[in-house]
């Protein structure tokens, strides 16, 4: 299995918590693990150690007390800051997309 699976395996893992999840919250994971692979990638492009399940797990935590607290906690970790950045911004364009008014009925 490789780091792709890996990843992926970890967020239908995550998602099954969820149970039967609304249209919006698979629309979430889709774009996480999008964003996730596309990050991963583009370390392996650039000859650097991929991103790796632990990692993942790590900005996974740190997202959900984000979204519990509404507070960014200090992040040593350059990778982890990094994923959960691309995440945040993944999140805050879906809503800006919701809630523009062609998407309003």
């Known amino acids: 299995m ?3 699976d890996d990843i992926e395996s970890l967020f239908r893992e995550v998602e099954k918590r969820f149970g039967e999840s609304n249209e919006g919250i698979k629309q979430m994971f889709a774009m996480l693990i999008h ?12 000859n650097e150690q991929a991103l790796n399940v632990s990692e993942t797990r790590s900005a996974l ?3 959900m007390e984000i979204l519990k607290s509404h507070k960014f906690p200090k992040i040593d970790d350059p990778r982890i800051k ?6 945040l911004n993944g999140i805050n364009k879906n809503i800006h997309r919701e809630s523009s008014p062609e998407n309003q009925s």
Do not use: G, I, Q
Request: no cysteine; hydrophobic share 40%; net charge negative.
């Open 61 to 63: 935590n740190v997202l």
């Open 82 to 87: 990094e994923l959960l950045m691309r995440w």
């Open 35 to 46: 964003e996730t692979l596309a990050y991963r990638d583009e370390l392996v492009e650039k």
């Open 2 to 4: 490789d780091s792709h």
